[in-house]
């Protein structure tokens, strides 16, 4: 089992990896700063949370990042954050003329459950009816990630996010008054 799960420690590492660029940036601008996201780093790592294989493929790769056109009425958005932990979450709906969800994208700045909880609804999400999009509960989502306690809160914000989601989509359609004329 040990072998199919990944600590934060490589998962701070790649995060590591990836943004050495903008640790060598901020060395370079900002020593201070530096030294608080390195304390920050050795802090993360330290802790003993373990995450599946899907919660590092959606972290890795994850899987439809972007926007929609938030003036397109049949989009919906939301937006959510974690003060705490300072995630924030932007989770787009594109519902299409069946009533179904045809698109779902997402940009989350935080951490790497948070990034995979988001990743991982958005797949949810593609082909549901609005009515089963909005039965998705976190539980699902960490669940199926095997998210650790600490980081249920990012389950939860892509829960809230696709609520929000589903009821800005609702919003907009509604101030859509049709009126037929007779002749």
Do not use: W
Not at 85 to 92: E, I, K, P, Y
Not at 101 to 129: D, N, P, R, V
């Amino acid at each position: 089992m040990r072998g199919k799960l990944l600590t934060q420690n490589s998962m701070v590492h790649n995060l590591t990896a990836i943004n050495s660029n903008l640790m060598t940036s901020l060395q370079l601008s900002s020593p201070s700063l530096l030294q608080s996201v390195a304390r920050f780093l050795a802090k993360k790592s330290s802790s003993d949370e373990v995450y599946s294989e899907l919660a590092m493929q959606h972290y890795r790769t994850p899987v439809n990042i972007g926007t929609l056109d938030d003036d397109d009425e049949h989009v919906g958005s939301g937006l959510v954050g974690a003060p705490a932990c300072g995630d924030v979450m932007r989770l787009q709906i594109k519902v299409g003329d069946d009533g179904k969800i045809s698109e779902a994208k997402f940009k989350t700045f935080g951490c790497g459950a948070a990034i995979a909880s988001s990743s991982y609804a958005t797949s949810l999400l593609q082909g549901k009816s609005l009515e089963e999009a909005s039965q998705i509960k976190n539980t699902d989502i960490s669940d199926k990630l095997g998210l650790p306690p600490v980081k249920l809160h990012c389950s939860v914000l892509a829960e809230d996010a696709i609520k929000q989601a589903i009821d800005d989509y609702k919003r907009k359609r509604g101030n859509k008054i049709q009126v037929s004329r007779s002749s």
